[in-house]
């Protein structure tokens, strides 16, 4: 039971981030729901490399034993260095909004006919 | 953003080589412990930073100038893909790790299992994690830097 | 012709390397930055027409990155090119030179420019990684890469809201399709251990996380593709960019459609055939499924159409029902996987797709040309321009021809490939076809009245034909146009069929890198 607690923490944190996507109507909350679905996502990758009792993949002076698969935490670095990227040109592309819309409700944001 | 209180602006001007230091350290270790390029670049990248919340955009972008600034990040996305070309080069494979075993620049192997860190390891790694920390010092500072005065001259457009 | 096997890596490479040395080189001049982007891509696409030479006539190719053979376990980065991904590397890179050229007097009065060639560089090598890569992560993040740069480029013009919205609205819909893709593979290598295409679909069992694993890559990807319900992000895209960034878009949009083909017929091509629920194999419901997203897509892309009063957003439009056509041969080709008619549909629609990019793109560059002259997009407040443009003109015609499938020209070749094998899976589904596609035409038509026939309008006297650069590259589109529709036989031979093949003979594609089991 106790290992599957991460599990319940990803299938959270992703219903989260859905929830605040698609019912949110900030434009800043709709950022906030994509990095709750991209940390889940991460939590989901790093929680498979797990194995019981084991420790950090690590050479240097380390104490023996069982260690944890490093390619998913490798997996988990590059998704987190383009989670960056995407979230900066978000908040960049939310700030022109902001200039050109003066309000950040998507209600009002919608320029764009149908 | 604007100028912040004297006290801050003296620990910030104290604090910053520690924080600038520990960056570069990150980096300089990515091959042995965890941490390197991006994770260090962007510890450094938080120090200017903090220079910047401290002492205003208007301050900063004087001493600064945007455009010098993406030269360095171009330098550093170059150095990388050319490391790899050079693989390619000498090597046997684009991306192949041409310097281990060479007994150059970072070219011994290390022991196999539990033991003291060498630096003196790793083949283009190190050389690579140098290249991704300039990048990204420089290039999450400049994104720092253009969202701070995109929003100051908004709010001088307002009035 | 047989080449170094490194050129596969160069391929990606080169527009990498030339990307970041483009802001160096536009600190000198910026004529000399033009220049040299454009040398990238020509030197580029000639190394994709070397790969594409050695790939049609040895077979598949692959390629290691760091070392010099695969050795077991597999954590390595492998490139698998295959006569499909080059098809696809063909389009792309086209598409994209075409659209350099283009933009040299086009953009002439932005300021910027020397990020705007950056991110077009940056999104040919994650269109080319995405379809070369034989890896599922490396696939994931060449598709951050392709949309990150691709949402910068559509919202370039920052001074007009529109494009703004229409950046962020793309930004959000990908990041989360790819997250989607990221969660998809890491179900496939919690099970499988294993990141390469080849591995996984050599062990696939299409258990219930596989099930789970397969409708979120489709569903990412379709919505990446922008097929109906899942395109409203596609128009305001189109319609808002500029008209340079809209053609490279199309080739963006179709390396998702890869991604879509590539996951049904070689990461699940095995499984293809079991029998599932209901007693019903599994192709015949993926294939099902798809036909209908398709006869969607194309009765709502034409519909849409019809109502609009934006040129770009119109074509932007077409290119929904166009995507439809291109489904609904897939689609076909999957439901009757083995059997001739299978066979053709399959032909048609990865023909239509290289059609569908050329002629849609064709049409950008043209709306693009009536900016430029007269600052308009708004169809109600052009008219008579054919007085003065009169090259323009004739390539629009060329353009809304092909796109409409009349018997000259390209369009008709694919979309007649797609009438006959539709028509014996299902009689409707082929009526409704044609009836949709006489609708485009109609469309296109009414366009072409309101835009360049009728009396020359006082404000558009002095309108001038558009410069040399955006004659030639619209030139060459048309060119290409023409001559494939003139023999289509020599395309469908060479390029369509072994891609095809490629697709269906998955187990090839396996035995490239899984040699008598692992």
């Known amino acids: 039971m106790i290992f599957n607690i991460p599990y319940i923490a990803v299938a959270a944190l992703i219903l989260l981030g859905l929830y605040a996507l698609i019912f949110k109507r900030n434009l800043i909350k709709m950022v906030i729901g994509i990095t709750l679905i991209e940390s889940g996502v991460n939590l989901f990758l790093i929680t498979l490399g797990y194995r019981k009792e084991s420790i950090a993949p690590i050479y240097t002076s380390s104490p023996g034993g069982v260690m944890a698969f490093p390619v998913p935490q490798a997996l988990t670095l590059t998704s987190i260095v383009i989670g960056v990227a995407v979230i900066a040109l978000m908040l960049s592309l939310v700030m022109h909004i902001y200039r050109h819309y003066g309000t950040l409700d998507v209600r009002k944001v919608r320029r764009l006919k149908e | 953003m604007t100028e912040m209180s004297k006290i801050v602006r003296t620990i910030t001007s ?99 299992g539990s033991g003291l860190a060498d630096i003196n390891t790793g083949g283009v790694i190190p050389l690579m994690n140098f290249a991704v920390g300039l990048k990204v010092i420089v290039g999450l500072f400049v994104i720092v830097l253009v969202m701070a005065y995109a929003s100051t001259s908004f709010k001088e457009d307002k009035k | 012709m047989n080449v170094p096997d490194y050129t596969v890596a160069l391929v990606v490479a080169v527009p990498l390397l030339g990307a970041f040395l483009t802001p160096l080189v536009g600190r000198i001049n910026d004529k000399l930055r033009n220049i040299f982007v454009i040398i990238v891509l020509v030197l580029n696409a000639f190394l994709v027409f070397l790969l594409a030479s050695d790939v049609l006539t040895t077979g598949i190719k692959t390629y290691v990155f760091g070392a010099k053979d695969l050795t077991y376990p597999i954590v390595r980065i492998l490139f698998e090119v295959d006569a499909m991904s080059i098809f696809m590397a063909i389009i792309s890179s086209i598409l994209v030179t075409v659209a350099v050229i283009y933009s040299w007097s086009f953009m002439k009065e932005n300021t910027g420019l020397d ?164 007693d019903i194999p599994v ?51 999957i439901v009757a996987l083995g059997t001739a008619y299978g066979k053709t549909a399959l032909d048609g629609g990865i023909f239509h797709i290289m059609n569908d990019a050329l002629d849609v793109g064709l049409l950008f560059l043209v709306a693009g040309a009536i900016y ?120 469908i031979n060479n390029l369509v069929e072994p891609a095809a093949n490629a697709l269906i003979g998955y187990s090839e594609y396996i035995s490239q890198v899984v040699v008598g089991g692992v």
Not at chain 3, 298 to 327: H, S, W
């Open chain 2, 14 to 112: 104290i604090a910053f080589p520690f924080a600038m230091i520990y960056g570069l350290y990150v980096i300089a270790h990515g091959h042995l412990t965890p941490g390197g390029g991006f994770q260090g670049g962007a510890i450094a990248a938080s120090a200017c930073a903090m220079i910047l919340v401290a002492f205003g955009s208007k301050w900063t972008l004087n001493k600064i100038k945007e455009k010098g600034l993406s030269v360095f990040e171009s330098l550093g996305a170059i150095g990388f893909i050319a490391l790899a070309l050079l693989g390619l080069v000498f090597g046997v494979a684009f991306f192949n790790n041409f310097l281990t075993g060479s007994n150059f620049l970072f070219g011994t192997i290390p022991a196999t």
């Open chain 3, 115 to 278: 990020k705007y060639y950056t991110l077009i560089l940056l999104l040919t090598a994650g269109m080319l990684g995405m379809v070369l890569t034989g890896d599922m992560f490396n696939f994931f993040v060449f598709l951050e890469i392709s949309s990150i740069a691709s949402c910068a480029l559509i919202a370039f013009w920052t001074n007009k809201g529109e494009s703004v919205e229409a950046g962020f609205k793309y930004i959000v819909i990908s990041a989360m399709g790819a997250l989607f893709v990221l969660f998809a593979v890491a179900l496939l290598y919690g099970q499988y251990n294993a990141l390469n295409i080849a591995i996984l679909s050599n062990v696939i069992q299409y258990t219930f996380l596989d099930k789970i694993a397969l409708v979120l890559l489709i569903v990412a990807l379709a919505m990446k593709a922008g097929i109906v319900p899942m395109h409203m992000w596609l128009p305001d895209s189109y319609g808002s960019a500029p008209s340079s960034i809209s053609i490279i878009l199309v080739s963006a949009t179709l390396a998702s459609l890869y991604g879509v083909l590539r996951v049904i017929f070689t990461l699940y091509g095995n499984v293809l055939s079991v029998i599932a629920n209901f």
């Open chain 3, 372 to 491: 430029y002259a007269t600052k308009e997009t708004s169809l109600d407040k052009l008219g008579g321009l054919a007085r003065n443009m009169k090259y323009t003109t004739v390539f629009f015609i060329i353009g809304f021809l092909a796109v409409a499938g009349m018997p000259p020209l390209n369009g008709f070749a694919s979309k007649l490939l797609i009438y006959e094998s539709t028509f014996q899976l299902n009689p409707i589904l082929a009526i409704v076809a044609i009836l949709c596609s006489i609708l485009l035409l109609a469309v296109f038509v009414k366009v072409f009245y309101s835009v360049f026939m009728g009396p020359q309008l006082p404000k558009f006297k002095d309108v001038k034909e558009v410069p040399k650069s955006m004659l030639f590259s619209m030139g060459i589109i048309a060119c290409i146009i023409v001559i494939f529709g003139l023999f289509p036989e020599f395309i």
């Open chain 3, 283 to 333: 192709n015949v419901i993926i294939g099902w499924f798809i036909v209908a997203l398709a006869i969607i897509s194309i009765l709502i892309g034409v519909i849409m159409a019809l109502i609009q009063t934006d040129f770009k957003r119109l074509i932007a439009y077409g290119a929904v029902a166009e995507l439809g056509y291109m489904f609904l041969g897939i689609g076909t080709g």
